[in-house]
Structures are given as C-alpha cells and as structure tokens.
C-alpha cells in the first residue's frame, strides 16, 4: 500500500553545540503516515465536498469515507476537515488548485 508521510523533524539529541553547528540538518521522521486514499479524501474535504459526494466519486460507501476521515483526523491530529486540510498545507503535503 502506497503511504503518505507527513514529516516533523527530530531534535538533535544530546549533541555538543559545535557537532551540530557541522553535522547536517537533522533527518525527518514520520509523524504520521496517510494512505494515498486518505490523501485523496482530505483533498476533497479541502474542495468541500460531502461525505456523500465523496463516497459516490470513489465509488464507495458513505460509512468507508467515515472511516477514512477519522483516521485522517487522528493521524493529523485536528478535529475538523478544515483543521486537517490546514495543517496539511502547512507540512506541503495538500496544495491548493489554481
């Protein structure tokens, strides 16, 4: 199954000032991983759309959007479609079309 990242960085750790002064940018871990399906629904609460109306794009049941959307909720830690399209935006994982 294909998964979606979404990043935070990681701290450094117990390193002295001058290693990470030289060593590079910390790696990135994921903080939460998105199925390619549940980014495409995010997409579409982003668009606006109804549980309905997504469910009938897909061509899937309105209880499977449902389900996709709470796990998009945990995994992006919001509580509202608008929270999680927001901070999807923010860690470039959802842009807007235009």
Not at 36 to 55: C, T, W, Y
Not at 65 to 74: D, E, Q, Y
Request: no cysteine.
């Amino acid at each position: 199954m294909d998964m979606i990242h979404t990043d935070t960085p990681t701290h450094p750790g117990s390193q002295s000032p001058a290693a990470q002064e030289s060593s590079p940018a910390p790696p990135r871990v994921p903080f939460r991983t998105l199925t390619r399906r549940e980014l495409g629904i995010l997409q579409m609460f982003a668009e606006g759309m109804s549980n309905k109306r997504i469910a009938q794009s897909l061509g899937i049941a309105p209880e499977t959007v449902k389900s996709h959307a709470k796990n998009i909720f945990i995994k992006m830690a919001s509580r509202t479609r608008a929270q999680a399209a927001a901070r999807a935006r923010a860690i470039g994982i959802l842009y807007d079309e235009g």
